[in-house]
């Protein structure tokens, strides 16, 4: 089992930044992939940055050079720094992690980019 807990979500105006945290409740190198998807309201939920053992980053393309996704292993966190906020990047934010062909979700944390 793998519990993750999310944190950093909240309100912001478009330009701004953000830093979701994950922690995990194992080690994270004994996790394949690690990361972070969105679901906005009425929309599939959608990756947004993941690393894969090794260390391999991948993004969506709608927030490539705005979002950096990291980890520190010995914390067992994962970080995604979000900057340049759009209206569009409004959504509930999830920490997501496969671990031995098993996926975990976490509960979630609502970012909301708006005037």
């Known amino acids: 089992q793998v519990q993750l807990t999310e944190s950093g979500g909240g309100l912001v105006q478009p330009g701004g930044s953000l830093r979701l945290s994950c922690v995990a409740s194992?080690?994270?190198?004994?996790?394949?992939?690690v990361g972070w998807y969105r679901q906005a309201p009425g929309k599939q939920r959608e990756l947004v940055a993941t690393i894969t053992r090794p260390s391999i980053n991948n993004y969506a393309d709608s927030v490539k050079g705005r979002f950096a996704i990291s980890r520190d292993n010995a914390k067992a966190t994962v970080w995604l720094q979000m900057n340049s906020l759009k209206s569009e990047d409004t959504a509930v934010y999830y920490c997501y992690a496969r671990r031995r062909s098993r996926p975990y979700w976490g509960q979630g944390t609502q970012v909301t980019v708006s005037s």
């Open positions: 194992v080690i994270i190198e004994s996790i394949d992939t």
